[in-house]
């Protein structure tokens, strides 16, 4: 049984500044189509208008103060069609290797995007629920995804003026995606969403990171913390190196995604939870692998640990199709029993 739940965006909010909400608060990056349908009781609909009604419905329905979705549901960064979807090379969908292709290629326009379905959410929001936009993937995913993980690493060797030029391009579309979003009141937060790194490093070294990723998520950033949004930042990996710049340089709220194999969440929260509000972080492995029993007990102590001061309780990723419904929902039946 679902329990009674009037969202309040003021607790997520108080989570952001590391405050103490007044109750626990749950937090997820995204979940999936199977539990979107059964929590909101109907198919996936077409109508962008509707989905968003669905998809709030459906988090609403779960315990959340928000509801995460795009500025728009189509592809945004054209790329190679490819028919694996769940497990592809990082240099399977290659659109640039050179200054000619990215002058042929069709950039996406921002100012071009359909947004009326937002205007009409502020009505559809119950209680003090608000909307968390989140991007179609990050400057850095972006570039890989075009020119291909080795071709953006031989390219930063061989032609460096290229691999900046791409950055920029990626990063000023992205800065008007989400200066987009700040645009609407039912818009409380953003996540910008851009994985930088795997188990053992960042993707890239840290001093690339800081001369083309991170000057463009400074700005964005910046340009969301003026129109009041919060910003959380996803991005998986073992970020050790570039962890002051996030909070430090780059100014984020928040920080979602993490994994047993790299940090546990809670010695996240020790060394980092001070200074950064920490997001999620049940080891989605944990999640999957663990007894209901198990895992109430690891949320009890996170909360216990935390206060719920600056911690929002959910998964260290999302919440794929592949996890069985109720290790999902003894987590967050957890933190609502607190």
């Not at 669905?54 to 795009?70: E, P």
């Not at 326009?109 to 929001?125: G, H, R, S, V």
């Not at 990723?213 to 910003?231: D, E, N, Q, Y």
Request: some cysteine; hydrophobic content about 40%; proline content about 4%.
């Amino acid at each position: 049984m679902l329990k009674e739940h009037l969202p309040d965006f003021n607790n997520l909010q108080a989570v952001l500044k590391r405050g103490k909400p007044s109750k626990p608060v749950l937090f997820e990056f995204f979940l999936n189509k199977k539990l979107y349908e059964f929590l909101s009781g109907r198919a996936e609909p077409e109508d962008d208008f509707e989905y968003a009604k669905y998809l709030i419905k459906a988090f609403s329905r779960a315990g959340y103060d928000y509801a995460t979705m795009h500025l728009t549901r189509k592809k945004f960064f054209h790329t190679h069609e490819h028919d694996q979807l769940e497990s592809k090379s990082l240099d399977s969908e290659v659109m640039i290797t050179g200054w000619k292709d990215m002058e042929l290629y069709k950039w996406p326009i921002p100012e071009n995007l359909d947004l009326a379905f937002l205007k009409k959410l502020d009505l559809e929001l119950p209680g003090n629920m608000k909307i968390i936009i989140y991007g179609p993937s990050g400057v850095l995913e972006n570039a890989i995804k075009l020119c291909g993980y080795q071709g953006l690493c031989f390219m930063l060797a061989d032609d460096e003026k290229l691999a900046a030029a791409v950055f920029d391009k990626i990063g000023n579309i992205l800065y008007k995606y989400y200066e987009a979003a700040s645009a609407f009141s039912c818009v409380g937060a953003c996540i910008v969403n851009d994985d930088w790194g795997f188990k053992t490093q960042t993707m890239l070294g840290a001093s690339a990171l800081r001369k083309y990723v991170i000057p463009w998520h400074r700005k964005i950033v910046k340009l969301l913390h003026t129109g009041k949004k919060s910003v959380i930042l996803h991005s998986c990996g073992n970020l050790k190196e570039v962890m002051n710049d996030i909070i430090d340089d780059i100014g984020f709220d928040g920080k979602h995604s993490f994994e047993d194999s790299i940090q546990p969440v809670e010695e996240a929260y020790r060394e980092y939870g001070s200074r950064i509000a920490i997001m999620g972080g049940i080891d989605l492995d944990f999640l999957i692998r663990e007894s209901a029993e198990n895992i109430k007990k690891r949320v009890i102590n996170m909360l216990e640990l935390t206060g719920t001061a600056g911690y929002a309780v959910g998964s260290g990723n999302s919440i794929p199709a592949y996890c069985p419904a109720e290790k999902y929902f003894a987590m967050t039946r957890a933190a609502q029993e607190y």
